[in-house]
């Protein structure tokens, strides 16, 4: 699969990224060697090979579930702008759908 600039462009534009032309141009030719080699990597045959999650098969070690630190949340919360019902207020940040 080969990208253009124009689908490039588009990927900026949904990513919220500003590219020069010629970023465009190098950025194109760059995806699509990526793809390119995700596509040879798809072609191999791996019918035979049993997926492997962990290759060690150990289990982890879990840790105490334990309280090590003070509770400081009065402390902190002094010191925020804004608090209500023990809970940081802070201003909306989503944006108008554009």
Known sequence: MSLTPADVKKIAHLARLTM???EV???AKQLSNILELVAQMN????AHIDP???PLDLSQRLRT???TEPNQRDKFQKIAPEVQ???YLVP???EDGQ
């Open 43 to 46: 072609q191999a045959d791996t």
């Open 85 to 87: 019902d023990g809970l």
């Open 25 to 27: 141009a190098h950025s």
């Open 92 to 94: 909306k940040v989503i």
């Open 20 to 22: 020069s032309e010629d």
């Open 52 to 54: 492997v999650a962990n």
């Open 65 to 67: 579930d334990a309280v």
